[in-house]
């Protein structure tokens, strides 16, 4: 690991590893402000990190630290104000909207703490829409192999009104790996699940990098589920604010204590 210290001085991280798989994922020197004058909001200064291929990162911090503008712009649903953002080394940041449409098309999974799932759709139809919107035919055995994955092959059938909260992520999550994407990005995936259901959900995030190697990124409030991903990253005012590797759920609670956030988990710590 190595680390930088960017215009402005704030350390930064690297998380590259010579001769490891490269990067999917790459921030360098990104700034993006909100409004202008006096009552513009710096919400990622100068933030400078990747993300190495094939593995699973939660993304942690207090509020108002920069999380979901980072997640925005890391995966080409926002423009940082200035610097640079790469996807599998590809520069995004000066793609149109046609461009990146089809980066967040192809390339991109996500999955959010709602589901987004079309009421009047089957469990099969909502999971392989990213592939018609994407004008592209649907393989019968892949797109069964991945409900399969997430557990739902005897729900295939049914619509999102019957099924439990956590049948729902997972439909959002095979709806997700359906396109084969290089990096799946979650926002708060297991923020509204019970403990039971969200470590299920974080346990098939986990076999996606494990059996597939796709890139996992994860921005959570929750040590619990933090502690499930390869590396912690830790930001605070939009920038750079540590790591934790191989974390427990009590040092990633400990860690986001001193940065001023007290959260409570899906396990109940503090």
Request: with cysteine; charged share 25%; glycine share 12%.
């Amino acid at each position: 690991m190595k680390r930088t210290t960017p215009r402005g001085g704030a350390a930064q991280v690297d998380m590259r590893v010579p001769g490891g798989t490269g990067e999917a994922v790459r921030l360098d020197d990104v700034r993006k402000v909100y409004g202008r004058g006096d009552g513009s909001v710096v919400a990622l200064d100068g933030l400078t990190i990747g993300f190495r291929a094939g593995t699973f990162t939660a993304v942690m911090g207090p509020s108002g630290s920069g999380k979901s503008t980072f997640l925005q712009c890391a995966a080409g649903l926002d423009r940082p104000t200035s610097g640079s953002v790469r996807f599998e080394g590809d520069e995004i940041t000066g793609l149109g909207e046609v461009a990146l449409t089809r980066l967040r098309r192809e390339r991109i999974g996500f999955v959010f703490q709602a589901f987004n799932l079309l009421p009047a759709l089957t469990v099969r139809q909502n999971v392989t829409l990213p592939l018609r919107l994407a004008g592209r035919e649907a393989d019968p055995a892949h797109v069964a192999e991945v409900i399969r994955r997430v557990g739902l092959a005897d729900r295939a059938g049914h619509r999102p009104h019957e099924l439990s909260g956590g049948q729902q992520q997972r439909v959002a999550i095979a709806r997700a790996l359906v396109t084969r994407p290089a990096v799946v990005f979650g926002d708060e995936p297991t923020g509204a699940l019970d403990t039971r259901t969200a470590l299920e959900v974080l346990a098939l995030l986990r076999e996606s990098v494990a059996e597939t190697g796709q890139t996992v990124v994860m921005v959570t409030h929750d040590p619990v589920a933090a502690s499930h991903a390869d590396q912690v990253v830790f930001l605070a005012d939009g920038r750079f604010a540590g790591t934790l590797d191989r974390p427990s759920a009590g040092q990633v609670a400990d860690r986001m204590t001193h940065l001023g956030a007290w959260e409570t988990g899906i396990g109940g710590v503090r």
